[in-house]
Structure formats: structure tokens, C-alpha cells
T-cell receptor, first 111, second 113 residues
Framework: EDQVTQSPEALRLQEGESSSLNCSYTVSGLRGLFWYRQDPGKGPEFLFTLYSAGEEKEKERLKATLTKKESFLHITAPKPEDSATYLCAVRLSGGSYIPTFGRGTSLIVHP | GAGVSQSPSNKVTEKGKDVELRCDPISGHTALYWYRQSLGQGLEFLIYFQGNSAPDKSGLPSDRFSAERTGGSVSTLTIQRTQQEDSAVYLC???????????FGQGTRLTVV
């Protein structure tokens, strides 16, 4: 069973159509949840870090939120240049410092 | 440079040959990670270095894979006797501490023919 699950796997939006991506994790003891953007042929680009439930971070059209068991990446009025794969990773307590990644959500924004 | 640097960006090798992949982390970052990303797959953890501590090798898929980090900075991932299933993008990342976000390089695309 995956520790980190992202949904949906793929999402197609029209330009300006707001939506949310989900990242849920099945274990307790979160020591950080991270969102990344990955463009084809490139390494993941860091977006946000969230550490505790209720925390929110914003950057341009993106807003990340965190609850006890999941995080949402809200995309407001997306543009075609927001098209990318969005990855979520969690670092758990209990001795492991290694971020575990979900499989990502592939977002396509049509003009 | 300011970011994580990986070389080469692309590597084509024959099955059975050994390859070395290099990672230059961000200066001052104590933690360094290697991941592998196959086509359409998520990031698979390989190995983790933290300061002068013994590395966490729990993600290495076989004993053909090894890595070292010299002087707490540059890291080399070595794959011996490469197989076709080793074809993937190998990503290196570093973080300031073991609790902060990791920053990735652009990756090395390895193709075994």
C-alpha cells in the first residue's frame, strides 16, 4: 500500500477554471509535506513546505493547505503555463528523514 | 552555481558496462539524496547521505548499485554491469538539514542498450 496517494492521476482544465489536487498519506507523525512541480525532461522544482495542520502557503495562482491526513494544492484561474506534473512528498517521524513521493498529478491547462 | 548540478545530463551505455553519475549539491547542504524515476513512474528512493553519518542504503535495488559522498559534498552513484532495466532518469537532491525541503538537479537520463 502506498504511503502517499495523489489524486487525480491526470486533470485537464480550461484556462481560468480553478481546481484542486489532493495528496493523502496513510501514516501518522508528519515531519513535513512538500509540493513540487515537474516539467517534462526536468527535475522537480520546489514549491511549498507545510509542517502542521491548518498551515497554508501561497505563490501566485497556487495555494497549498494541510490537514491531519491530507494536503490540497489549489490552482486558481490557471494558465497554460501551469501545465506540469505536480508531486507531493512527505517526511515522516520515527527516524526516517527520507521524503517519500506520490506518483503525481499530471495537469494540462488548455487555452 | 546556486543549484544542484548533475552530470552527465545524458548517458547511453552498453549492457554490462559500468557507469558513474555525479552530483554537486548546493553548497552548505548537509543532506543528499539519490532517486530514480522510470517512465511514467514515481520517484524511487535509492540512497541518503547526512553529514558524516553512515549512508542509508535501504533503497538500492541490487548490489550492483553503490554511492559515495566525498568530503560531505560531491556524490557519485555507480552502477556496475548495467542492465536494460536500469534505464531511467537518476535524480539527485540536497537539503540544508534533514528537516528542510530538498532541491533537485536536472537529472541524468541513463539509457542501457
Amino acid at each position: 500500500e502506498d504511503q502517499v496517494t495523489q489524486s487525480p492521476e491526470a486533470l485537464r482544465l480550461q484556462e481560468g477554471e480553478s481546481s484542486s489536487l489532493n495528496c493523502s498519506y496513510t501514516v501518522s507523525g508528519l515531519r513535513g509535506l512538500f509540493w513540487y512541480r515537474q516539467d517534462p525532461g526536468k527535475g522537480p522544482e520546489f514549491l511549498f513546505t507545510l509542517y502542521s495542520a491548518g498551515e497554508e502557503k501561497e505563490k501566485e495562482r497556487l495555494k497549498a493547505t494541510l490537514t491531519k491526513k491530507e494536503s490540497f494544492l489549489h490552482i486558481t484561474a490557471p494558465k497554460p503555463e501551469d501545465s506540469a506534473t505536480y508531486l507531493c512528498a512527505v517526511r515522516l517521524s520515527g527516524g526516517s528523514y527520507i521524503p517519500t513521493f506520490g506518483r503525481g498529478t499530471s495537469l494540462i491547462v488548455h487555452p | 552555481g546556486a543549484g544542484v548540478s548533475q552530470s552527465p545530463s545524458n548517458k547511453v551505455t552498453e549492457k554490462g558496462k559500468d557507469v558513474e553519475l555525479r552530483c554537486d549539491p548546493i553548497s552548505g547542504h548537509t543532506a543528499l539524496y539519490w532517486y530514480r524515476q522510470s517512465l511514467g513512474q514515481g520517484l524511487e528512493f535509492l540512497i541518503y547521505f547526512q553529514g558524516n553519518s553512515a549512508p542509508d542504503k535501504s533503497g538500492l535495488p541490487s548490489d550492483r548499485f553503490s554511492a559515495e559522498r566525498t568530503g560531505g559534498s560531491v556524490s557519485t552513484l555507480t552502477i556496475q554491469r548495467t542492465q536494460q532495466e536500469d534505464s531511467a532518469v537518476y535524480l539527485c537532491a540536497s537539503s540544508l538539514t534533514s528537516n528542510t525541503e530538498a532541491f533537485f538537479g536536472q537529472g541524468t537520463r541513463l539509457t542501457v542498450v
